[in-house]
């Protein structure tokens, strides 16, 4: 019986090891809809659609599979967040830093990017669809020819996305 409760100890040990290390953080989730900065936090699948939160400070996050649908973070401090896989229909983001960030998959649909800083930023399989990016910083044709648009898309002078 000893060596059974034995076992069962040490398995259960392994299971709990073996679980995600970077589950999301309900707290820091909280503080970020309460529009509280919250720099290298772990938002994983967040729901922020509808936030205002002009000029918060998100950089280093994890906001990877998070929902920014409808938001306003104009001038936010985005830089090398994780935002693979994010859902940000219609998000403003006029003005944000998101130099470094990996928007890889990420879902850009009618978003707001006018001044927006891209410099570094990945954007592999990403969705411009109707993004308005004609003033956006930092973006170069390597970077849109990785992300896919639609004829709304506003693209830079000179710019062009596949499309879709």
Do not use: H, W
Request: positive net charge; glycine residues 14%.
């Amino acid at each position: 019986m000893k060596t059974l409760a034995a076992a069962l100890t040490i398995a259960a040990a392994v299971v709990s090891a073996a679980a995600p290390a970077l589950a999301q953080n309900a707290g820091q989730i909280a503080r970020v809809r309460g529009g509280g900065a919250c720099a290298g936090c772990n938002l994983f699948q967040g729901d922020f659609s509808g936030l205002e939160a002009r000029g918060i400070n998100l950089a280093g996050a994890r906001l990877r599979q998070a929902d920014i649908s409808l938001s306003v973070l104009s001038n936010a401090r985005l830089s090398n967040t994780d935002m693979r896989d994010i859902e940000a229909y219609g998000a403003v983001l006029t003005g944000a830093s998101l130099s470094g960030a990996d928007l890889t998959n990420a879902s850009l649909v009618g978003a707001y990017l006018n001044g927006t800083n891209l410099s570094g930023a990945r954007l592999s399989g990403a969705n411009l669809s109707g993004a308005q990016l004609g003033s956006a910083r930092g973006l170069t044709p390597g970077q849109l020819n990785q992300a896919c648009g639609d004829e709304a898309t506003v693209l830079p002078r000179g710019m062009r996305i596949p499309a879709c």
